[in-house]
C-alpha cells in the first residue's frame, strides 16, 4: 500500500513495507517508534490545516477501528491515535451483536483542532541523560511516584520491576502506563519486533494506594544482536498512568487516565543486572513435533503436527532458543492441551511461554526441558 505522506523527503523519515503491511519510523527523533498499519485496501489520507493553522495529515479506515493525525515538527512527528469506528455492543436473547459508529470528517476535525501542534519538543541531550541517577531511581508526576526497583536480564527477555505509589487515601486499581507497549527503547540499534507482557503485584504492603508493576518485554533487534548485552542502554519512557475496564451500561470498553506525566529512566545493562549464562542441551540433532496450524473437526479442536530436525536447543534464565531445519511459523512449546516445561530437579516445573518461561529458572537446579511432544532434553552431565 503505497501513502502519499506529504512530508519532506529531507526529515529522515524511513518507509518500510512488509507483505500487507506498512511502517514508517522517524529515523533520528529521540524515541524511536512505529506504527503498524494493516493494509486493509480502504484507507483514506487526507491533508488538514486546523483553526490554529497547522497542517496535519489524517489517516483512517472505515474497517479499522484506529485512526491516525499526523503533524511534522521538523525534529520530531507529533501523531495522535484516535478510536475512529467506535464499536458498540449490544445483547438481544443471549445473542451479542456489534455495531460501529464511524466518526465523520468534521468530527476528526474538531479533534485536531482542539489540539495544539505548534508544540515544540523539547529532546533531552546526552548531558541530560548522563545526569540521571542510577537504579534505584524514582520520579513523581500528577502525584504519583514511580520507582524503579529492579532489572533482571539474560540478554533476550527483561523484567523490569517498579513500584507505585498512588497519592494517599487513593485506592490502586489494576493500572497500566498508555504506552507501555512501546515504552522500552535501545539508545542504538533498530527494534524490527518482539512481544512484552505487563502485569499489577502485590508489594506486599497494606497500604491500598501502593503496588508493583511489571514489564516484561522480548524485543528482536533488526540486526539480529542480543539486545540487552553488556554495555547497551536502554530507555524506558514511561506516559501516564492508565486504568481499563469495561462500561456495562454503554457496553464498551474504557481507558480512564489516573496520571498524567512522564517518567523515563535510563537502563545500563551489564553484570550486575545481567545472568549471560547459556546451557546448550544437544550434541547431536532430535526429530521434534510442533504444531504448524490447528483444524476443528466439529467436536474438538486439533493440531497439525509436523516432525522437525532440531539442531540446537539453547536454554538461558529466562528464555529459550531451539532451532530446526525450516518450522519458522512452528510451535514447538504449545499444542492445544500441552506445554512445555523446565523441570527442575526438585520436581517443579515451570511453563514455557512463546519460548519464555513464566518466571526466571535457576540453571544450576535445571534437571530438562519437556517439550510439550513429550520429548525429554537433559541438561547435559545429568
Known sequence: MTMGFTFPEDQGYEVVYTPGVLRWNRLDSFSRDYVTLVDSGDWVERNYTTAAGSTVLILQSPSQELGYILCDRGDALMSLQLNVNIELLSEDGGVVSAEYQHMTDEQINMVADSIDFTVQPKLPTQ???DAQPGISQEATQDGYTVQLKSVETDGYVVRILLGI??????ALPDIQFSNWYNALTPTSGAVSGGSGTNRIMDDGDVK????????I????MADGSMPFAPGNTWELHLVDIVHSGWDSVNNRSYNDTLAEGEWLFPIHFDEQNGDYRELELLSQPVSVQASTCWRMDGTDVTDVLETFRVTSVKVRSMSI?????GGENADFFHFYGASSYAVMRDGSRVEIMNSEFVE???LEKLDYILLADGTRLPVPGN
Open 321 to 325: 532458543q531451539l532451532t530446526s531445519n
Open 165 to 170: 505509589t498512588a497519592p494517599k487515601g487513593t
Open 360 to 362: 526466571p529458572i535457576d
Open 217 to 220: 518485554d522480548s524485543p528482536i
Open 208 to 215: 491500598d494506594n501502593t503496588a508493583d508493576w511489571l514489564l
Open 127 to 129: 548531558a541530560d541523560v
